[in-house]
């Protein structure tokens, strides 16, 4: 996958509980970004990250929120705000903001028991 | 709005069979247009990406076309194998570097081959 690692495949979260899920890259990226993916639609941005210790709101930012303290690590946090969570989520990385992304991660498929 | 539409949404065919797959777009300014494969549960992996300046790029049994004029992109798949089975996504990027979100992505086609 890229040398792009996201943690775990699998998630569940009960109402009301925030989750985190976890991406780390290896490749001395500085942009990193999360997607989420529904069945049949477009990846849509919900945060992305150009530089470390800042980060940009996508398209979908609502419920979710992002750390990047380290140029290695993009975690992204599931809150209880978030009523429909259900998803893939997809982490990727660029050289930096004005390169294409080519890696993605393996994704997480959060689901809400 | 910027917008990927894909066709069809799906597609079975038989192994060796060969297949196109469509995509068109209305992202402005266009800067360039990427083909992925996404095996189920797997993340998009990129098959070829394509600039205003290129029609037609191959990655082996793939090929992609782009007409720029009419915003429109084909991914032809050349004697299908069962390891084709995926969804494709075609995503666009436009030339804003100023846009909060650069890549538009499509829907994808879920592409079955069959035995």
């Known amino acids: 996958d890229g040398g792009i690692t996201q943690s775990p495949k699998y998630l569940f979260r009960k109402e009301g509980q925030n989750v985190t899920l976890s991406c780390e890259q290896n490749l001395n990226h500085d942009a990193m970004y999360w997607y989420r993916q529904d069945p049949g639609q477009g990846l849509r941005l919900i945060y992305y990250?150009?530089?470390?210790?800042?980060?940009q709101k996508g398209d979908i930012a609502e419920g979710y929120s992002v750390s990047r303290e380290k140029k290695e690590s993009f975690p992204l946090t599931v809150t209880s705000a978030q009523k429909n969570p259900t998803a893939f989520y997809l982490c990727?990385?660029?050289?930096?903001?004005?390169?294409?992304?080519?890696?993605f991660g393996a994704g997480t498929r959060l689901s809400v028991l | 709005k910027n917008q990927v539409e894909q066709s069809p949404q799906s597609l079975i065919i038989l192994e060796g069979k060969n297949c196109t797959l469509q995509c068109n777009y209305t992202v402005s300014p266009f800067s360039n247009l990427r083909w992925y494969k996404q095996d189920t549960g797997r993340g998009p992996v990129s098959l070829t990406i394509m600039t205003f300046s290129e029609n037609t790029k191959s990655n082996g049994r793939y090929t992609a076309t782009l007409d720029a004029d009419t915003k429109q992109s084909s991914l032809h798949i050349t004697a299908s194998q069962l390891s084709d089975s995926a969804s494709y996504i075609c995503?666009?990027?436009?030339?804003?570097?100023?846009?909060?979100?650069?890549?538009?992505f499509g829907g994808g086609t879920r592409l079955m081959v069959k035995p």
């Open positions: 990250s150009q530089i470390v210790n800042d980060f």
């Open positions: 995503v666009v990027r436009t030339m804003n570097n100023n846009a909060g979100n650069m890549l538009t």
């Open positions: 990727a990385s660029s050289k930096d903001r004005g390169e294409n992304i080519q890696y």
